[in-house]
């Protein structure tokens, strides 16, 4: 499955090779744009290795919590699949800012409760899940685990410098939270192994060099 979905993001141009500068201020040589899925079919696509990935790994949930901005859309499509597969779940997503008319406050859809499901396209720094993680407490819910496309398996930044975890590893082992991704790094590569790059020979050895300098060791 990973493979193919590899393959999927590649072919939605979601997934690209070259050069491109991330948060932490690193030259990548391949940049992961979850927005670039950006029709029914390729959302509708997308979910159903979302739905697949998480039945797969047993983890067990209440609800579906996506994130502003891009965890929305996922969230939504995710809900709508697992449904279609006979789980129906709740749904919720939250605002950027604080509505002051209608129904106010910062959290639309189902009321949070019980076991939370976060779900993101990537996941950098940790930032994300644990805005999520404290909106999700405020409400009396319990963050339970995260469902994210793609585990870079890198090195995160603290306060500007590198430090011998991922944001993937962060997340398990000092918020305590289930962690499952579609597709991880050592994929890519794998995939870069049996396919070429147009105009980009080099593509698995330049992944190969950024995740020697910049990789974790898997826990």
Known sequence: MALDFVQFAVDCGVLRFGEFKTKAGRMSPYFFNAGLF?????????????????????????????????GIPLGAALSVELARLGHNKP????????????????????????????????????TAVRESISLIQSAGATAHAVVIALDRQEKATEAGRDVDHSAVQYVRQQLGLQVCAIAQLSDLMHYLQQHSVPGLADAHQRVLAYRERYGVNDL
């Not at 950006?38 to 579906?64: H, N, P, V, W």
């Open 91 to 126: 749904f919720a997503y939250n605002r950027k800012e604080a509505k002051d008319h209608g129904e106010g406050g910062t959290l639309v859809g189902a009321p949070l409760k019980g076991r939370v499901l976060i779900v993101d396209d990537v996941m950098s720094a940790g």
């Open 38 to 70: 950006d029709d029914g079919a390729k959302l509708g696509r997308l979910a159903q290795f979302y739905a697949q990935r998480l039945l797969t790994s047993g983890i067990e949930f209440d609800m579906i919590f996506g994130p502003a901005y891009k």
